[in-house]
Antibody, heavy 121, light 106 residues
Framework: QVQLQESGPGLVKPSQTLSLTCGVS??????????WTWIRQHPGKGLEWIGH???????YYNPSLKSRVAISVDTSQNRFSLKLTSVTVADTAVYYC?????????????WGQGTTVTVSS | AIQLTQSPSSLSASVGDRVTITCRAS??????LAWYQQKPGKAPEVVIY???RLKNGVPSRFSGSGSGTDFTLTISSLQPEDFATYYC?????????FGGGTKVEI
């Protein structure tokens, strides 16, 4: 069974780049035929889909974040990553990695536990 | 992007109550809708997908219905472990989008 674990700094300064990694266990990211996804949740708010990457490297980003987001895959480490540039306090959130079901398009059926990122000077 | 509007945003209920949450999409999404349950400090978990399919292991007191633009999540007899926030999510188009959530409180 696939398991996901986010890691990265819990505090980022405004204007800097937020970098998070999602470690994958229970499956090989390079031949697991699903999308690897990042979602965030602002404090006390709803969920925002950030984007995803396929193991081929093809990506799709939320247009609301597209100019600042990059998602990549590191098959040698069996992990995928999120970079969000030029962060502001509005990027303070819990960040989740997830994987979309291979059977149901767009269904995020496995989630990491989430990691809190605070943007503050 | 497709907008999803959930109602109510919160509700108070008692154990044993029947609870209904609605989700309205800004355009036709067929049956490409899922419901997630989220408890405090935890990641969301799938309850219903394809509008009405119960995820394996989810109690049968949960049910989903609807297609097109109007959807419903029903809990037939609320149990203590069901107190949580519920989100709908559409998978008709990318970007995937979520409703604003419904908090079910005691």
């Amino acid at each position: 069974q696939v398991q996901l674990q986010e890691s990265g700094p819990g505090l980022v300064k405004p204007s800097q780049t937020l970098s998070l990694t999602c470690g994958v266990s229970g499956a090989s990211i390079s031949n697991h035929g699903s999308y690897w996804t990042w979602i965030r949740q602002h404090p006390g708010k709803g969920l925002e889909w950030i984007g995803h990457i396929y193991n081929s490297g093809s990506t799709y980003y939320n247009p609301s974040l597209k100019s600042r987001v990059a998602i990549s895959v590191d098959t040698s480490q069996n992990r995928f990553s999120l970079k969000l540039t030029s962060v502001t306090v509005a990027d303070t959130a819990v960040y989740y990695c997830a994987t979309e079901s291979m059977a149901v398009t767009g269904l995020m059926d496995v989630w990491g536990q989430g990691t809190t990122v605070t943007v503050s000077s | 992007a497709i907008q999803l509007t959930q109602s109510p945003s919160s509700l108070s209920a008692s154990v044993g109550d029947r609870v209904t949450i609605t989700c309205r999409a800004s355009q036709d999404i067929n049956s490409d809708l899922a419901w997630y349950q989220q408890k405090p400090g935890k990641a969301p978990e799938v309850v219903i997908y394809d509008a009405s399919r119960l995820k394996n292991g989810v109690p049968s007191r949960f049910s989903g219905s609807g297609s097109g633009t109007d959807f419903t999540l029903t809990i037939s007899s609320l149990q203590p472990e069901d107190f949580a926030t519920y989100y709908c999510q559409q998978s008709k188009n990318y970007p995937l989008t979520f409703g604003g959530g419904t908090k079910v409180e005691i």
